[in-house]
């Protein structure tokens, strides 16, 4: 397995983080923020993220395992949950790809039982028309194909994630 092309710049990446991070700026000034990101793959959406924001925020993060059998689709499981809790918060949940969106929804609807004031969701890299029933993401940084890719955060078996692009794996 090689990295046959880069998708998306580390040039790209960065701009993209600083207009994001404006954004989330302006939304939350004078409010107090949750971010939460979602290991291992936002590790490092959260951590350039975090030094771009200019606000009252604290940082947490949540390791889920999702299932997509027939049977089974739907369920996540939780391998770390929060620190902290987050009733009457604004939070803000980081996560790497959007693919059949599985995880995100059903991480939403868990992170809505625990009554926050209000939750958004920032996710780096969309894959288009893929979600069978999407959710909204607030925040998205690019659309992309359905091709399977790895670099910002993103592994195949663990490794790649390193990478400061996002690159096509063939
Ligand atoms: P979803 O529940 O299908 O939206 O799953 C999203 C998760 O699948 C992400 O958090 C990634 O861990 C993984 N994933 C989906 N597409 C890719 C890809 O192209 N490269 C690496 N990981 C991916
Ligand atoms: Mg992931």
Same mark, same amino acid.
């Given at each position: 397995?090689?990295?046959?092309?880069?998708?998306?710049?580390?040039?790209?990446?960065?701009?993209?983080?600083?207009?994001?991070?404006?954004?989330?700026?302006?939304?939350?000034?004078?409010?107090?923020?949750?971010?939460? $990101?979602?290991? %291992?793959?936002?590790?490092?959406?959260?951590? @350039?993220? +975090?030094? /771009?924001?200019? =606000?009252? &925020?604290?940082?947490?993060?949540?390791?889920?395992?999702?299932?997509?059998?027939?049977?089974?689709? $739907?369920?996540? %499981?939780?391998?770390?949950?929060?620190?902290? @809790?987050? +009733?009457? /918060?604004?939070? =803000?949940? &980081?996560?790497?790809?959007?693919?059949?969106?599985?995880?995100?929804?059903?991480?939403?609807?868990?992170?809505?039982?625990?009554?926050?004031?209000?939750?958004?969701?920032?996710?780096?890299?969309?894959?288009?028309?893929?979600?069978?029933?999407?959710?909204?993401?607030?925040?998205?940084?690019?659309?992309?194909?359905?091709?399977?890719?790895?670099?910002?955060?993103?592994?195949?078996?663990?490794?790649?994630?390193?990478?400061?692009?996002?690159?096509?794996?063939?």
């Amino acid at each position: 397995m090689k990295i046959s092309k880069t998708l998306i710049s580390k040039e790209e990446i960065e701009n993209k983080i600083s207009e994001i991070a404006s954004e989330i700026n302006d939304k939350y000034k004078e409010e107090e923020l949750v971010v939460i $990101g979602i290991l %291992k793959g936002a590790f490092i959406v959260v951590s @350039d993220l +975090a030094k /771009k924001l200019q =606000l009252d &925020v604290t940082f947490d993060f949540m390791s889920i395992k999702s299932y997509y059998g027939s049977e089974s689709s $739907g369920q996540i %499981k939780i391998v770390k949950d929060l620190e902290y @809790d987050i +009733a009457d /918060k604004n939070v =803000l949940i &980081v996560e790497d790809i959007y693919d059949t969106g599985l995880t995100l929804s059903n991480l939403k609807k868990l992170l809505e039982s625990r009554n926050p004031k209000s939750i958004e969701i920032f996710c780096m890299f969309v894959k288009k028309d893929v979600a069978e029933d999407p959710i909204e993401i607030n925040y998205s940084g690019f659309e992309i194909g359905p091709e399977f890719v790895v670099g910002y955060g993103l592994d195949y078996n663990g490794k790649y994630r390193e990478l400061p692009y996002l690159g096509v794996l063939s």
